[in-house]
Nanobody, 117 residues
Framework: QLQFVESGGGLVQPGGSLNLSCVAS????????MGWYRQAPGKQREMVAT???????TYSDSVKGRFIISRDRGNNTVHLQMNSLKPEDTAVYFC???????????WGRGTQVTVSL
């Protein structure tokens, strides 16, 4: 059974950086597209960045140029390096194998990111 565990969130000032990690277990890792999604209070869950099994990335316009997604297939891990953080990046960040609209998507419990003075 596929499972994800996220870590690395926290409180950071605007302009700061965080590195999120997600460890996958339960199924061969490299056949999936892996992604980071986030959900702010009162808002729908949205895609932040995804990477296919070769590591080719896709980013939302809101994070392009600031965030970097990477996959370490040997350790079944996907990372999200977040730079130049803004208050609007505040959200719970989730790791998944698919979009919120898919019933086959599996979700971790998430990690809170708060960007504030």
């Amino acid at each position: 059974q596929l499972q994800f565990v996220e870590s690395g969130g926290g409180l950071v000032q605007p302009g700061g950086s965080l590195n999120l990690s997600c460890v996958a277990s339960g199924i061969p890792f490299n056949i999936y597209v892996m992604g980071w999604y986030r959900q702010a209070p009162g808002k729908q869950r949205e895609m932040v960045a995804t990477a296919d099994f070769r590591g080719s990335p896709t980013y939302s316009d809101s994070v392009k140029g600031r965030f970097i997604i990477s996959r370490d297939r040997g350790n079944n891990t996907v990372h999200l390096q977040m730079n130049s953080l803004k208050p609007e990046d505040t959200a719970v960040y989730f790791c998944s194998n698919g979009p919120p609209s898919s019933p086959d998507s599996v979700w971790g419990r998430g990690t809170q990111v708060t960007v504030s003075l």
